[in-house]
């Protein structure tokens, strides 16, 4: 019996690195320091999907992350960073979802709409309850008070947490 | 079976990086881009795995192909359940068969009520073959979690190929009390002139020596070679050692399999009678037997007979116990022809006991072997060897080299011989 490729999905692969490269774009358009950020985190990025290498990936996420934060702490704007952010952690769901399929049913199997459905998803999740959130805070009366967004956060936080126990 | 995956670990800190970032900066904006984390947080915390409740149909289009036919396989995954956000699906593709088109695996999304449909073709090679269980995994939408379940569907494909084209094998001197074609040493009715003796009474009178009687006034008797059936059982090498590969796919056991229906053929052919063993874990035994019928059932048990399948055996084999069987069946009087790759020792002392305990013993041996890497020109050698051995104790030896047909492995073979 031959071997099979146990490579991820090549669709998978370019949605992720779709994904990612909008958001090391945006990541990119803020200051120098958030670019210089968003350059390391592509690479990172870059070498986690091409050789496979789900850590490199993790870590390149957590850059690009860190690149979004750094861009809205020096002034960009931050509608487009909590897009970025967003992108980043659903191009790293898609890539390793890709990889985990590769490893399960190989590269030459069916798996588009495996991909498809996944990468939709990961995106809806990240943008749906951001979105009420940014709406609340741009709506909310009284000049945006931090305090009660820190509460709310942090409800969400034991929600979470409570949820995974 | 239910399993996390674990993927998202580490999201919840990721998720407060940015909350810290922005409580400690007082700065909104940072504060909300936890929400991002939170928000996947939240995706990853549902960790209920999937109901899997599936109904899976096979469909293959010829059962019963030839050898190297493709036959092709349709998979339905009908979904009863709710929607799978993330179904993988692998067909238990029997081992011994390749898959030479399409993938027996697949990956996808299945709305309740909906069929995913799996083809792909498999290349048909010698044997019963029997489909695993469906092996299936269904993920929840944020693949946190996992369920692992087989589904048995029960399909098998036989490939039962002819007989190959006959290959004379002279046999060895040894024979049963049946007329046939083998010339004996010892004197009888026949056709080949023996000896002249005394007469006996009861002596056929078509026998005596008239000549003689008319020149000598003497009452002698003509006899002559007689000419017996011999009875043999070709003995198959289905020890996990003998699984040898010749670098494309076809196992020794291939080989062994096509070289005894070839013998088999002509010896059926000639009127002797032919029996078949395995030598090996599994077991196999058919006794000796003439005819049409023998012939069916020698085609059949070569092509299914678990002893001779394509796959290795698993089990654990003792060779003196496989021997003792095979000499417990064997008839007193019949020869035996092993299929062996002389992998190993351990099969010629094997053989060597066979014609020890009087069964004259004949060796087909298919050369398998290369020169390529110096491992495998020590395993040439030692074959080599091996045949030698052999040879010195009077065992006849057809090294075959597979590349030709082994009719005329055979008959080369032969001609050193003596008749």
């Given at each position: 019996m031959t071997g099979i490729d146990t490579g991820p999905p090549r669709l998978g692969v370019i949605i992720a690195l779709g994904l990612a490269g909008i958001s090391v774009l945006l990541a990119g358009s803020g200051s120098e320091a958030s670019l210089a950020l968003a350059v390391l985190a592509s690479g990172f990025v870059l070498g986690g999907l091409l050789a496979g290498r789900i850590p490199l990936l993790s870590a390149g996420t957590v850059f690009l992350v860190l690149a979004h934060l750094?861009?809205?702490?020096?002034?960009?704007?931050?509608?487009?960073?909590?897009?970025?952010t967003v992108l980043a952690v659903a191009a790293w769901d898609v890539g390793e979802h890709a990889h985990d399929l590769g490893e399960y049913v190989g590269r030459d199997a069916r798996s588009g709409r495996s991909v498809l459905t996944h990468a939709t998803l990961s995106v809806l999740v990240g943008i749906v309850p951001v979105g009420l959130g940014y709406v609340a805070f741009v709506l909310a009366p009284?000049?945006?008070p931090v305090s009660a967004l820190v509460l709310l956060l942090?409800?969400?936080?034991?929600l979470t947490v409570g949820l995974e126990r | 079976m239910r399993r996390e995956t674990e993927r998202w670990r580490g999201i919840s800190a990721l998720a407060l990086l940015p909350f810290g970032v922005g409580v400690v900066l007082r700065e909104p904006g940072i504060l909300l881009l936890g929400i991002v984390g939170i928000g996947y947080a939240a995706y990853a915390a549902n960790t209920t795995p999937p109901e899997v409740d599936v109904t899976i149909e096979r469909d293959i289009d010829e059962p019963d192909p030839d050898p190297g036919e493709e036959v092709a396989v349709t998979l339905s995954i009908t979904n009863d359940g709710p929607l799978l956000a993330d179904l993988r699906i692998v067909d238990g593709v029997p081992p011994a068969l390749e898959t030479t088109e399409g993938s027996?695996?697949?990956?996808?999304?299945?709305?309740?009520?909906?069929?995913?449909?799996?083809?792909?073709?498999?290349?048909?090679?010698?044997?019963?073959?029997?489909f695993e269980p469906v092996f299936l995994v269904a993920r929840n939408a944020s693949s946190s979690v996992e369920r692992e379940t087989t589904v048995a569907v029960d399909s098998t494909v036989t490939c039962v190929p002819t007989l190959s084209s006959p290959a004379k094998l002279p046999l060895r001197g040894k024979t049963d009390t049946r007329v046939g074609r083998l010339t004996t040493g010892s004197g009888g009715a026949g056709v080949e002139f023996f000896a002249v003796r005394e007469y006996r009474p009861g002596d056929s009178l078509s026998r005596i020596d008239w000549r003689r009687l008319a020149k000598t006034g003497d009452l002698a008797t003509v006899e002559f070679h007689e000419e017996r059936a011999a009875s043999v059982a070709m003995v198959?090498?289905?020890?996990?050692?003998?699984?040898?590969?010749?670098?494309?796919?076809?196992?020794?056991m291939e080989y062994q399999v096509?070289?005894?229906?070839?013998?088999?053929?002509?010896?059926?052919?000639?009127?002797d009678q032919v029996g078949l063993a395995g030598f090996g874990p599994r077991w196999t035994w058919v006794p000796p037997g003439l005819g049409r019928d023998q012939r069916a059932r020698l085609r059949n048990e070569l092509a299914l007979a678990e002893a001779f399948s394509p796959v290795p055996p698993e089990e654990r084999f003792l060779p003196g116990l496989s021997l003792r069987r095979i000499r417990k069946h064997l008839p007193a009087s019949a020869q035996a022809v092993f299929l062996t790759p002389l992998s190993d020792d351990a099969v010629v002392r094997s053989i060597e006991r066979t014609e020890a305990f009087g069964h004259p013993v004949t060796v087909i041996s298919p050369d398998l072997t290369a020169t390529d890497t110096p491992g495998r020109r020590l395993a040439t050698m030692e074959r080599r060897l091996r045949i030698r051995q052999l040879r010195e104790r009077g065992i006849r030896v057809v090294d075959w080299d597979v590349?030709?047909?082994?009719a005329v492995a055979v008959a080369e073979a032969a001609r050193r011989w003596p008749s």
């Open positions: 750094v861009r809205v702490g020096t002034g960009g704007g931050l509608e487009l960073s909590i897009l970025g009284g000049g945006r942090l409800a969400g936080l034991l | 027996p695996r697949l990956a996808t999304a299945l709305r309740s009520g909906k069929t995913a449909h799996l083809s792909y073709t498999v290349e048909a090679r010698r044997g019963r073959h029997e198959l090498d289905g020890r996990r050692e003998a699984y040898v590969g010749d670098g494309q796919d076809t196992s020794a096509e070289a005894a229906g070839a013998v088999a053929q002509a010896l059926l052919d000639a009127g590349a030709r047909p082994v």
